[in-house]
């Protein structure tokens, strides 16, 4: 019978000294950072629609007030709404929190009779 000779394979790459090992993004470290960009509070932008609309309403919406909605779209954003209705004393957003936009803007006394469709949140502020 032939002899048969059988050469064991290392499953891991040989290190040699003096070779620094190839290092090679951790997987995790990608997700990690996806995610981190994800929940990442982000600026709301304000879309062309709602600033013609904030303009011809003429509701004035202070630096404090658009600080505050922020928070609270990014805050949603991290419960999963994607889509939020914003009631403010002196106005009613329609806000993309997925996107941090001002989709559109009225005022209270116009949203009131209302009925707002594909939103998935409110957020109430005071």
């Known amino acids: 019978?032939?002899?048969?000779?059988?050469h064991r394979i290392p499953s891991q790459p040989l290190i040699r000294q003096g070779q620094a090992l190839a290092s090679t993004p951790s997987p995790k470290q990608s997700f990690l950072e996806h995610l981190?960009?994800?929940v990442q509070p982000s600026?709301?932008?304000?879309?062309k629609h709602a600033s013609e609309r904030l303009a011809e309403r003429n509701?004035?919406?202070t630096d404090a007030e658009w600080a505050h909605v922020t928070e609270k779209v990014n805050e949603a954003k991290l419960k999963?709404?994607?889509d939020s209705l914003v009631l403010m004393d002196q106005a009613a957003l329609i806000v993309s929190a997925k996107?941090?936009?001002v989709i559109t803007a009225m005022d209270r006394m116009e949203a009131?009779?209302?009925l707002f469709t594909?939103?998935?949140g409110t957020i109430v502020l005071s």
């Open 36 to 38: 981190n960009k994800a």
């Open 1 to 6: 019978m032939d002899k048969l000779n059988l």
């Open 59 to 61: 509701i004035q919406i």
């Open 112 to 114: 009131r009779d209302q």
């Open 118 to 120: 594909n939103i998935d």
């Open 43 to 47: 600026e709301l932008k304000i879309s």
């Open 99 to 101: 996107n941090s936009t």
């Open 80 to 82: 999963g709404i994607k």
